[in-house]
């Protein structure tokens, strides 16, 4: 069965900090994509990055950057130089080929400090 | 690109009465939409799978004659909550999902939400 384990359940740093937020899934498909979704205080969810399971190559956009390791079932993401307005709800997801559905992890609350 | 709005954002009703909410996506043709809930401090649960032109594929536990769910074009699908109770008080969301083939294949869009709250 698929699931998504985000262990830390709320983070704080302080601006300008350095954060990563951890992401381990489980899945019995050979082929998948991992999303992590930005969910603000207003609520909507945004699209930060689709990544195939195909594709280990790690990504970099910004200030943000994402770490894929198959080998230990992880994508980690990472935030660098963090600011205020990074404060929110970070979900990682997984979306297997046989399924339609997103399976989310219980999110990462991230609150940076100024 | 990739927009998806949902209306209303938010909206206050009397127990017994019926609310609807509706999910567009604005620059893309969605054949498949999902609808969520969220509880505050919660992660999101699926609600049900919403496919055009057929019938919606509800999670276990939903109830399908509580939640009516419409998806009649490829740009809107709709959640009608029934006879509404406080306990349906609650952040719908719906997504919407970049068709097969395309680039961001099997990514979800999601709407701004919509927050109800039943009286």
């Known amino acids: 069965a698929q699931k998504v384990t985000q262990a830390q359940t709320e983070i704080s740093v302080v601006e300008k900090e350095d954060v990563t937020l951890d992401c381990v899934y489980e899945?019995?498909?050979?082929?998948?994509?991992l999303f992590w979704y930005k969910q603000p205080p207003s609520g909507e969810l945004v699209f930060l990055i689709r990544?195939?399971?195909?594709?280990?190559q790690n990504e970099i956009s910004g200030r943000y950057s994402w770490n894929f390791q198959k080998s230990t079932s992880s994508f980690n993401f990472t935030i660098t130089a963090s600011q205020v307005v990074d404060s929110a709800v970070y979900f990682c997801?997984?979306?297997?080929?046989?399924?339609?559905?997103?399976?989310f992890g219980k999110g990462t609350k991230l609150s940076v400090i100024p | 690109g990739a927009v998806v709005s949902q209306h209303p954002s938010r909206v206050i009703c009397k127990s017994g009465t019926s609310v609807k909410i509706e999910c567009r996506s604005l620059?893309?043709?969605?054949?498949?939409m999902f609808w969520y809930r969220q509880f505050p401090k919660q992660s999101l649960m699926l609600m049900a799978t919403?496919?055009?032109?057929?019938?919606?594929?509800?999670e276990q536990g939903v109830e399908k004659d509580k939640f009516l769910i419409n998806h009649a074009s490829l740009t809107l699908s709709t959640l009608t909550v029934t006879s509404a109770h406080p306990e349906d008080s609650s952040f719908y969301i719906c997504?919407?999902?970049?068709?097969?083939?395309?680039?961001?294949?099997?990514?979800?869009?999601f709407g701004p939400g919509t927050r109800l709250l039943v009286l």
């Open positions: 997504s919407a999902r970049v068709p097969a083939g395309g680039s961001g294949e099997k990514t979800q869009y």
């Open positions: 899945t019995r498909d050979t082929t998948y994509y």
């Open positions: 990544r195939n399971s195909f594709d280990e």
């Open positions: 997801a997984l979306s297997e080929t046989s399924r339609n559905q997103l399976t």
């Open positions: 620059d893309f043709q969605a054949t498949t």
């Open positions: 919403s496919n055009e032109g057929s019938k919606a594929t509800y």
